[in-house]
């Protein structure tokens, strides 16, 4: 049986970010051509907690985790790559979080039920309301996704996107690291964030659809108001529901998970590009940084993937 491995990463400005167990580094090329490093060790909540390493809990650790890790790397990565615009305060990075949760909620959460709530009359229908609002969320983040990937910065990052996946297939299929195996791999991986955002929105459906029908028996009416008030506290335990579901996707081959599977596959068409070779360098450089002493250890042979990124 082939050993398994948490190895993942993400695209940030200009470079990638790849993380391995016990570390992550960060490789961003400047505006010269010259590739900078930022290492950092770091062990999970889920590895160091009995309580955050039971299911469910265990997603939501990981995903406040992971956005914590990506809005660093991001910011370090801007400013390496655009210095003469990276230069910004904290409380510029505050409203700029803040605007960014801001448009997500109005984006995947108001706009969905209120659109569905005007539109139709089936506001009491808790499967069929969330059937509706779930089908205009999912409508939005492709639409979203189209959008942003006509931006020239944002199709750079997706191709970043692209050689991290491809380094991180190259590393796992157990043949040497470099540009021209990585160059020969897929840039669709199905452990990728954008597979488990639409797995999530999956889920959402579900979770909200039975949260709608308790606040309804024990109140007896249902409101935007209140379902936004249930709704918004539970996006947590969502998420922990789509790493469940992602995981079990990952070590199942039966028809139901391979379905479940294809439409994040699907959209990695949009948000992942087909990456330059120096792109690719600039990923296995994070790679090598983030196992650094081990590496040599760890090439070679093949693993089972665990990570989501």
Known sequence: ????????????????????????????????????????????????????KKPIFRGMASLYEAMKMGMATLNYSADIAMPEEGEQSKLGEFFSTVFAIGLAITLFMVAPMWITTKLMNIEKEALWFNLASGGFRIAFFVIYLLAISMLKDVRRLFQYHGAEHRVVYNFESGKDVNVDNAQSFPTQHPRCGTSFLFIVLLSAI???????????YFLGTISLPIRLLAHLPLIPLVSGVGYELIKLSAKSDSIFFSILKQPGLWLQ???????????????????????GDRYEDMVGQEYTAEAIG
């Open 1 to 52: 049986m082939k050993p398994s491995i948490l190895v993942g990463g993400q695209a940030v400005i200009e470079g990638v970010m790849m993380r391995v167990p016990g570390a992550y580094a960060t490789a961003v090329r400047d505006p010269e051509g010259e590739i900078h490093i930022q290492k950092k060790e770091f062990q999970s909540i889920t590895e160091r907690s009995n309580f955050w």
């Open 269 to 291: 068409n949009i948000t992942t590009k087909q990456p330059e070779n120096d792109m690719v360098e600039v990923s296995i450089t994070a790679l090598k940084e983030a196992f």
């Open 206 to 216: 579900l979770v909200f659809a039975i949260v709608d029908t308790i606040v309804m």
